[in-house]
């Protein structure tokens, strides 16, 4: 009996000891946080403020958190977006998903999100880098109505435009072609249409653009001078929608619905141009005069597309698509017919896995393709030219937070295999093909594995560092080396932060670019015999300081950046079906340097940025193969050399339905080539005399500056009577009329009677005056 007692003494001893340990028992909370269009929002806080736990959403807005079993309100939080708290009753493993609702006034609208709060963008270890949402695009100027969201990177200090009208981005001294466009992991080669004077991103379903000038995340390679990673919308999981606008040369629509409530969705969008449903029409009513010149045909269209799926609490998967094509025709009366057509096809299959709250994956496969093809037609006489870049790739990315929160541990690896079709001509006749030359193929394979570690030191000092192992071969041809990366943030105040930076990089692919022709003629040309890979370092630093009360952010940037292996060409070099085509290069070196300013304000009814850049860029090709180098080997500005660029952007709430917008830029103009005299020359049989211009030094000149005021009113109209919204956006650009300088040539002035040459003289032609357009946008 007495033993019996002591048996129940001790049960209840345990009953007892084990009582608090299942209070504290540990289960896991899971689920996303999405926007209520069904957008996920990578980077939102989860928290439940009562037990001081939280943690942030990954890439692809999922999270996991440990929690004590029992009652918990769990708060979600993201930048625009209202907070929400929902309650749950934790017995074990559960899920729980958010959908955040658009910021509850009307003035979020014309909130610049950039990459956060202003307390956010001071705090980042990141240097140089901008990010830019779709909603933001929308509300500036455009040009003929079209929003572009390269063009809304070129309004960011650093990021100089190509010339009038183009889309190219030449980032802190880089040339055009190294650059690295990504769309949702895709690689783009062209990001152009309209011959570069709007990109091929369709606005309706891009959710952000994250651009890296500096200090770049060691997951990236390939490029020297920048990164543009580009994610798409996802499509809401709770109903079907649709939006779109009706401009004055194109039209977009978008359709997304859920693909199973609360599981998946899609989304798809178009695109599409109508100049030549006009010009056809034009040309018909002039077929009859002989003298009339018809005109070219030009259209381009995009498709977009993307769906996802949670397959379990752990798993989701991620489909999506792009095509896009440009076409441009002429077809004359008397048998001459032209056909140009270039564009990209992008596709990515993504599987994203949570192993632990602490440890999670994204793999992805890519394929991108990238082609032109022109094809002439005289009479009975054909000719084309053709060529492609295509790329498979494979990517894996892991993120692991170890116990402490003081360390964020990326690392992975990528593979990609190139086929390069460097060339393909074609001539004949209707009755026998001749084939001219010969198709110029080559293959490569280029991989990378990288590791980096964000560590915060202190509560001051904050670190990013990594290192990226890249390599190429092609043929018997083979490279490779190391790519530190360094990242450092001190915090001398709580409104005042110190950066610094350097990153070290290779390019193992070349843009061969006939800069003489009035079509792009693009070709993608490997690493391999005498083209070694392209490299460059850049260090920079910086300060960054919230004043104000906290409603503006002074950021002041320097950076230095010193390249190797810089691609030129020879005088009178062939680019098209050339087996040789090494041959034709000449390398030399770069460097570029600068200071940036940059003024952010968020909050309030005007909101906008202000950016002034001071830079140099130079480059230098010594005399080698047989040449005097360029310019005799002395160093050169090239052509995408600024000294002065200055950018505001505004954008004021009139009124709940009315939103003002405008943007200023001023740049230096753009070093050029012109000739300083003429000598005469008479050939040896004393035929007429020839006037031959002659040159200074390469760029030795620069054009007029450049300078533009766009304006544009954004008027809401009523909802819908079933629950849409709509809007009139009214567009000036180059509201006072500016003719900017496109290019200058030489024009002859001479005796009405004699017809002798009196003198020579610069002429300038422009190319877009002030443009007003009007876009109908509707969303239901």
């Known amino acids: 009996m007495v033993r019996l007692r002591s048996f129940r003494f001790v049960f209840l001893l345990l009953l007892l000891a084990a009582a608090p340990l299942s209070l504290l028992a540990q289960v896991v909370l899971r689920g996303t946080v999405r926007g209520s269009d069904g957008t996920a929002l990578p980077g939102a806080n989860v928290a439940v403020p009562r037990l001081g736990l939280g943690t942030a959403t990954n890439p692809d807005g999922s999270y996991e958190l440990s929690l004590p079993t029992g009652r918990h309100s769990v708060q979600a939080s993201f930048i625009g977006y209202r907070n929400q708290t929902l309650e749950v009753n934790l017995r074990n493993t559960q899920r729980l998903d958010f959908a955040l609702p658009l910021g509850g006034t009307e003035l979020q609208e014309v909130v610049i999100e950039g990459s956060g709060t202003l307390e956010q963008k001071l705090q980042t270890t990141q240097m140089g880098a901008e990010r830019i949402t779709a909603r933001e695009a929308k509300l500036l100027p455009a040009l003929f109505g079209e929003v572009d969201i390269l063009k809304t990177l070129q309004l960011k200090p650093g990021v100089q435009n190509g010339g009038e009208g183009t889309s190219g981005l030449f980032v802190r001294g880089g040339s055009a072609d190294q650059n690295l466009f990504l769309v949702d992991d895709a690689v783009v080669y062209n990001p152009n249409h309209l011959f570069g004077l709007f990109s091929t991103f369709n606005s309706d379903v891009v959710q952000s653009v994250d651009l890296y000038k500096s200090g770049y995340p060691a997951q990236y390679g390939g490029r020297l001078s920048s990164v543009v990673d580009v994610k798409l919308r996802e499509g809401s999981r709770d109903s079907v929608g649709v939006s779109g606008g009706i401009g004055l040369i194109s039209s977009r629509l978008a359709v997304e619905a859920p693909i199973r409530k609360g599981k998946g969705s899609f989304i798809v969008a178009g695109r599409r141009t109508y100049f030549d449903v006009f010009t056809r029409q034009i040309n018909k009513l002039n077929a009859d005069d002989p003298d009339y010149k018809p005109i070219p045909d030009y259209y381009f269209y995009d498709l977009n597309a993307k769906a996802n799926y949670q397959l379990t609490d752990k798993d989701q998967v991620f489909l999506s698509g792009y095509l896009g094509n440009d076409v441009f025709g002429f077809n004359s009366t008397q048998g001459f017919n032209f056909d140009f057509r270039w564009g990209n096809r992008a596709a990515t299959a993504r599987w994203s896995h949570v192993f632990s709250p602490r440890l999670f994956t994204n793999t992805s496969a890519t394929a991108s393709y990238y082609t032109y093809n022109i094809a002439n037609k005289l009479d009975q006489f054909s000719f084309g030219l053709s060529s492609s870049i295509r790329d498979y790739n494979l990517r894996s990315d892991w993120e692991w937070r170890p116990e402490g929160g003081k360390h964020v541990v990326r690392f992975g690896g990528s593979g990609t295999l190139h086929h390069f079709g460097v060339g393909r001509l074609r001539a004949g006749s209707q009755d026998q093909e001749l084939n001219l030359g010969q198709d110029v193929q080559y293959d490569g394979q280029e991989g990378g594995l990288y590791a980096a570690d964000n560590f915060t030191v202190t509560d001051k000092l904050a670190l990013d560092y990594g290192l990226r192992l890249s390599g190429f071969r092609s043929g018997s041809n083979e490279y490779g080396g190391l790519e530190p990366r360094a990242a450092a943030r001190y915090t001398l105040s709580p409104k005042t932060t110190l950066k610094a930076s350097y990153a070290l990089m290779y390019q193992y692919v070349h843009l061969v670019t006939n800069s003489g022709a009035s079509l792009p003629t693009d070709i993608w040309y490997p690493s391999r015999l005498s083209v070694d890979p392209q490299r460059s370092q850049q260090v920079s630093a910086g300060v960054s300081w919230l004043f104000a009360g906290g409603k503006l952010l002074l950021t002041n940037e320097v950076y230095y950046k010193w390249a190797q292996r810089q691609i030129d060409f020879r005088d009178g070099a062939q680019l098209f079906v050339n087996p040789e085509l090494d041959q034709e290069f000449l390398f030399g070196r770069g460097w570029a340097y600068g200071n940036e300013v940059y003024l952010e304000k968020k909050d309030g009814r005007t909101t906008g940025w202000l950016g002034y850049t001071l830079a140099w860029t130079k480059r230098e090709f010594e005399p080698q193969r047989g040449t005097n180098g360029i310019n005799g080997g002395q160093p050169f500005f090239p052509t995408y050399d600024r000294r002065h660029n200055l ?77 849409g919204e709509s809007d009139l956006t009214l567009s000036i650009y180059n509201a006072y009329n500016r003719r900017n300088p496109y290019f200058i040539y030489i024009d002859e002035v001479r005796d009405e009677e004699t017809e002798q040459v009196l003198r020579y003289r610069a002429r300038q032609v422009s190319l877009f005056p002030v443009i007003p357009s009007v876009t109908y946008n509707f969303k239901f």
């Open 647 to 723: 950018t505001v952007v505004l954008l004021h709430q009139l009124s709940k339905r009315i939103n003002l917008t405008g943007s200023f830029v001023y740049t230096s103009g753009n070093p050029t080539t012109l000739p300083t005299g003429r000598i005469a020359l008479q050939d040896v049989f004393g035929g007429e005399t020839e006037a031959v211009p002659l040159y200074p030094d390469r760029n030795a000149f620069r054009l007029p500056s450049y300078n533009r005021l766009d304006l544009g009113v954004v008027y809401k109209l009523r909802p819908m009577r079933w629950g």
